[in-house]
């Protein structure tokens, strides 16, 4: 463990210190929780701009190992863009009937969903679904599916794709995944997981402290930090069955804070080697020394390239003892300052599209996850909890997963961009730490 800044030391009002600390390889604690309370969405100020759509249970789906017709209704509230009109208990209509269309556009739905599901003689379950307009009686869009019944989640996920892209004429993000770590006694566990939060598969296990995911562009790799050798080190996990964790950075002092370049050929990181904690590019794989990035006397961490290739954004106390967001070109250069407003902003995270950044800001005594406009500056805060931490961007710029403190638990929510509709995550029990979205390629 390298030397600390004594300015940078935690402390009961700076809890959300650990954050970038621990992305610079300074801190390893892990804190524990009581039991987590059930959990609800939290909807607020919606109103026309979601697209009514009824979702009646699929014929058949008593049979299936998972509600299919459920999935899809969570995947679409959480969206914030479609409100899920009540079927009751409803049965679907068979799949290439016409359905009473006066009837669904009498309890408010415009849009409206049928599906069926059979199971096959080699133990495979057939999905069919239809979606239909009910205003102008027509159907929109068909699928059909054969699967196992391990890959059910999945099918439910794409089906709710479909109609999102459908009907919202946009990429949608359910079949993605994400990958969060968690603490259960004394284990740290890396977890890839649905987007939902469910279905979720050990990536790589430890004693000792794991920190920093971070997904690679093609998906098919995992940087991450594990304190598993008695030190911080990075690694990059071939997510694909089977694959197994490669060394990308082993150096003297501290390893940390991964983060891929745009290209996918690097990885961003923070290291101590030289004597302070600065940001260099590693090559993926390996290959050249590590080209050091920042030239300071301060801790600069937390880096995050921007999609578009043009910026590395990172968090730095060069100004004084608060951190603050800054950024500089992507093969280094000269450094500007982002946030000029607040006295401590870390964790940035810059959307698909590099318009906007999600941070976490301290306002008044909490740790709120905020959003700003990159081309203006003008910054909102999206939360109003006290212990948000860790913020990713879903591949379509229009959801962010973050972690924050509900009951005394830490738990990871979702919010849609503008900050009205917040959904808890159903994640695997234990502390819960620093999620990463991962991209739309499924390795």
Known sequence: ????????????????????????????????????????????????????????????????????????????????????????????????????????????????????????????????????????????????????????????????????????????????????????????????????????????????PIISPAWSRSGAHLAYVSFHEGRPVIYAHEVARGGRPSVVADFRGSNSA???????????????????????????????????????????????????????YFVSDRRGRSPQIYRMPAGGGVVELVTKTGSYNISPTISPDSKLMAYISLVAGGYRLHLMDLSTGQSTALTDTSADEGPSFAPNGRLILYETRVQRREVLMTTTIDGRIKVPLKVQGGDIREPDWGPFVRA
């Not at 101590?272 to 006397?297: H, K, M």
Request: hydrophobic share 40%; proline share 6%; glycine share 8%.
């Open 1 to 208: 463990m390298v030397d600390r800044n004594p300015c940078l030391e935690p402390s009961a009002a700076g809890l959300r210190r650990r954050s970038w600390l621990a992305r610079a390889g300074l801190l390893g604690a892990w804190a524990a929780s009581p039991a987590l309370a059930q959990l609800r969405i939290e909807v607020s100020d919606l109103g026309a701009a979601q697209l009514p759509i009824a979702l009646p249970t699929f014929r058949g789906e008593g049979i299936a190992p998972h509600r299919i017709s459920e999935i899809v209704r969570a995947d679409l509230e959480r969206s914030g863009l479609f409100r899920v009109v009540s079927a009751g208990l409803t049965e679907s209509d068979p799949i290439g009937t016409r359905p009473d269309f006066p009837a669904w556009r009498q309890r408010g739905a415009d849009f409206l969903l049928s599906g069926s599901i059979t199971r096959l003689a080699n133990g495979r379950f057939f999905i069919s679904s239809q979606l239909w307009d009910t205003v102008r009686g027509n159907d929109l869009a068909r699928s059909n599916y054969e699967e196992r019944p391990e890959e059910m989640r999945l099918a439910a996920h794409v089906i709710a794709d479909a109609i999102y892209e459908k009907l919202i004429g946009e990429k949608s993000v359910f079949a993605t995944r994400i990958a969060y770590v968690t603490k259960q006694g004394s284990d740290f566990r890396l977890l890839v997981a649905d987007s939902d939060g469910e279905n979720a598969q050990l990536a790589f296990e430890s004693r000792e």
């Open 258 to 312: 991964p983060a891929w370049s745009a290209n996918g050929r690097q990885i961003i990181a923070t290291l101590s080697r030289d004597g302070g904690s600065q940001i260099y590019a590693v090559d993926f794989p390996g290959g050249r020394e590590p080209r050091r990035l920042t030239q300071s006397n301060s801790i600069d961490t937390e880096p995050c390239c921007s999609p578009d290739g043009q910026w590395i």
